[in-house]
């Protein structure tokens, strides 16, 4: 005889849904652009220019040849100035806690540990920051002394921003920003935890 199914009481199991919310996920890649745009930043040697040289963290170079694009670089660092070996301080300082940052937020995406969660982002919130603000320290420490030494030399008068100062400001505007995102949604639930009923059957015996 064919057997039929009755009707068991269903149970009720608690369900976890992860919810990534968009804004974490475009703060980390304006941590990214952050991160790249200070490396072009620190390796340029076009922070500052004045009549005929430029300057960045590691060379000051002179021009030789402005209609072919010919110059002479030499090293920052022989020379021991103080106020560029902060500089180059607070830039390498900021790129390290800005990929610290970036990677404590990634960190928090993954895990579904809610309360983990949250502290991972204040975390990274935190570090941000610190990165932005180290970054912000050197783009104004290096224009002033650079403009003092410009001062002292007669020979110079004519001065303008380069264009990786330029990268090194917008590097700093992407880690507030992405620090921001973080900031603006942190009370955002991540979490979610409902009720999903299972209904059971369950064969009656089959007649004799």
């Known amino acids: 005889m064919p057997t039929e199914e009755t009707e068991m009481a269903p149970t009720v199991a608690i369900e976890t849904v992860v919810i990534v919310r968009p804004l974490k996920v475009i703060s980390v890649l ?32 002179k021009w030789r040849d402005r209609i072919n694009q010919q110059v002479d670089c030499e090293k920052n660092y022989p020379r021991d100035k103080a106020w560029i070996q902060a500089c180059r301080t607070m830039c390498l300082l900021s790129l390290a806690t800005c990929l610290v940052s970036i990677v404590v937020a990634c960190i928090g995406l993954r895990t579904d540990n809610f309360r983990s969660k949250y502290t991972y982002y204040k975390a990274a919130l935190s570090i941000m920051f610190i990165a932005a603000l180290f970054e912000v320290i050197a783009l104004i420490i290096f ?3 650079f403009l003092e030494e410009v001062s002292l030399e007669r020979s110079h008068h004519k001065w303008e921003f380069g264009w990786a100062y330029g990268v090194g400001w917008g590097s700093a505007i992407f880690m507030f920003g992405a620090a921001i995102l973080l900031l603006i949604d942190r009370e955002s639930e991540e979490v979610i935890y409902r009720e999903k009923t299972i209904y059971n059957k369950e064969p009656e015996p089959e007649e004799v």
């Not at 930043?41 to 060379?59: H, M, P, V």
């Open 30 to 61: 304006c941590g990214c652009v952050a991160v790249m745009l200070l490396m072009l930043s620190i390796a340029a040697t076009t922070w500052l220019e004045a009549d005929g040289f430029r300057e960045g963290l590691w060379e000051k170079c």
């Open 143 to 145: 224009p002033v002394k």
